[in-house]
């Protein structure tokens, strides 16, 4: 059977919107006789059985990456892990540091890396505020006991990092972003820690009266 012939403008707008490599695009175009969103499809599929076999890999080199947003009244510092500096000068992996920074800026929820991270002590509470929620005061308990289970299920997606829509492509989450680099760059990529900045958090901010500071001067 002959294949199909596709162009490379095609085949590079594959890889732009997947980060697959060259061959991998234009096999998936010609298995999909030239449907995109089918070839998008495969291969998500293959990078992430690829990238599930790389995820157990030591991840030990890498870059500390920061974002200040405008105004700069709000930044944060990234580790991102691979395993060689090599490919942590590769400017994909730098860009994906840079991206993953602004996403944690853009996602003032966002406290943990992983729903694995978030302590029992968080869940607790999380579930205790939920129950006693007044709209599930008069519920079943069983219908209670779901509701309940669904927002929490919700609200821990709110605070990881991993679940998050990614900003700049929507339909792909941070994790689906991170293991298309880890298929594109050929090594395991770790998200290690991060931490946000937000100007004049943790301060008591005296309050000021502009009359009573004019009257103080005027009778010193």
């Known amino acids: 059977m002959k294949k199909m012939k596709i162009s490379a403008k095609f ?11 060259m061959m991998d695009c234009k096999k998936a175009l010609q ?9 998008i499809e495969a291969l998500r599929k293959k990078g992430l059985a690829l990238a599930d076999k790389k995820a157990n890999r ?33 400017s994909e992996f730098q860009n994906l540091a840079k ?6 800026v853009a996602c003032p929820s966002v406290k943990y890396i992983s729903i694995d991270d978030i302590d029992n002590n968080v869940i607790e509470l999380e579930t205790r505020i939920e129950s006693e929620k007044e709209d599930l005061l008069n519920k079943p308990a069983d219908i209670k006991e779901r509701i309940v289970s669904g927002r929490i299920a919700k609200r821990l997606k709110e605070m990881s990092l991993m679940n998050q829509a990614f900003i700049k492509n929507t339909e792909i989450s941070i994790e689906e972003l991170i293991k298309q680099h880890i298929v594109l760059l050929g090594e395991n990529i770790k998200v290690r820690r991060f931490e946000k900045f937000l100007l004049g958090e943790g301060l008591d901010r005296k309050e000021s009266n502009f009359l009573v500071d004019v009257e103080n001067i005027i009778n010193k």
């Open 11 to 21: 085949v590079q707008e594959l890889r732009n919107k997947t980060g697959a490599g």
């Open 31 to 39: 298995s999909s006789d030239g449907d995109m969103e089918l070839a």
């Open 58 to 90: 030591i991840a030990v080199e890498g870059i500390i990456e920061s974002y200040i947003h405008a105004g700069s009244r709000i930044g944060v510092l990234v580790e991102i892990n691979c395993e060689t500096d090599f490919v942590a000068r590769r």
């Open 99 to 104: 991206d993953l920074a602004m996403q944690i």
